[in-house]
């Protein structure tokens, strides 16, 4: 899936293995600045999930994509198969196989909202969409992931601040609720990073990162220690210090060393 929205799909025998530090071969042709934002293995009968910036749902079955003529094949546009608004795009891509060890959907918005949805909730999503998220004015879903319920959230944002909390404290909420606030932001701040910490992986320093990525090139990498689990809805702490030199932060993830 490219960030234009364009979507694609190949049999794993379409790449043979290489050896390790090799250039690899073309996987697809992109329209000028578009990028690859997702790539991922599943199988043709499961479904998948779209999510949109406007807070909607779609649904189909992984054989509803073409597969693609060639290799290097741009693919198809998905405003062919769902029925996007002029100016609804697709931020979230999921597929529903191996989701049996999860329980929960999460989801993020760019103003610091977040939901969390039980997956069984979006087992029948009709063709032209359901509301996923109820959205205030000028805020975007952004992010969707799975959880166990066990699980802790990082959220970092364009000016530097990020905060970790429970899951747990975040309650399971019904298809068309708002959501709760995940973290608060001043100003014009936006969310512009949201990861997972698995149950458990945490305890151990040195094991967990938060990779912060800034506009001017620059970026850090801090122990997910050093941030301490608060409570949600909170301002966080201070994960980076954004100067002229380093432009605003514009990525933040978990990383394992």
């Not at 997702?38 to 009968?45: I, N």
Request: positive net charge.
């Amino acid at each position: 899936v490219t960030k234009d929205g364009y979507l694609k799909r190949m049999a794993p025998d379409t790449f043979k293995t290489q050896i390790r530090g090799g250039k690899g071969v073309a996987g697809i042709t992109t329209k000028d600045e578009d990028v690859i934002d997702q790539v991922f293995t599943t199988t043709t009968h499961k479904d998948l999930l779209f999510f949109s910036s406007r807070g909607r749902v779609f649904q189909m079955k992984a054989y509803d994509v073409p597969e693609a003529a060639s290799r290097t094949a741009k693919g198809q546009a998905l405003v062919n198969f769902l029925s996007l608004a002029p100016g609804e795009n697709v931020t979230a891509t999921l597929s529903m196989d191996d989701m049996d060890s999860f329980k929960h959907l999460l989801m993020v918005t760019t103003k610091g909202t977040i939901k969390k949805t039980d997956l069984s909730e979006f087992e029948n999503v009709r063709s032209n969409g359901l509301i996923a998220i109820k959205l205030k004015d000028n805020d975007n879903l952004q992010w969707v992931r799975p959880t166990t319920g066990k699980d802790e959230i990082v959220l970092v944002s364009e000016a530097g601040q990020a905060i970790r909390f429970s899951e747990k404290s975040v309650r399971s909420m019904g298809r068309v609720a708002a959501g709760v606030r995940g973290m608060k932001l001043k100003g014009s701040d936006t969310i512009v990073g949201m990861d997972i910490i698995e149950e458990g992986s945490a305890k151990k320093s040195g094991l967990l990162h938060l990779l912060i990525v800034m506009m001017n090139g620059y970026g850090k990498r801090s122990d997910v220690t050093e941030f301490k689990v608060q409570g949600r809805g909170g301002s966080g702490i201070k994960a980076a210090a954004v100067t002229k030199k380093t432009g605003q932060i514009v990525a933040g993830f978990i990383t394992n060393a």
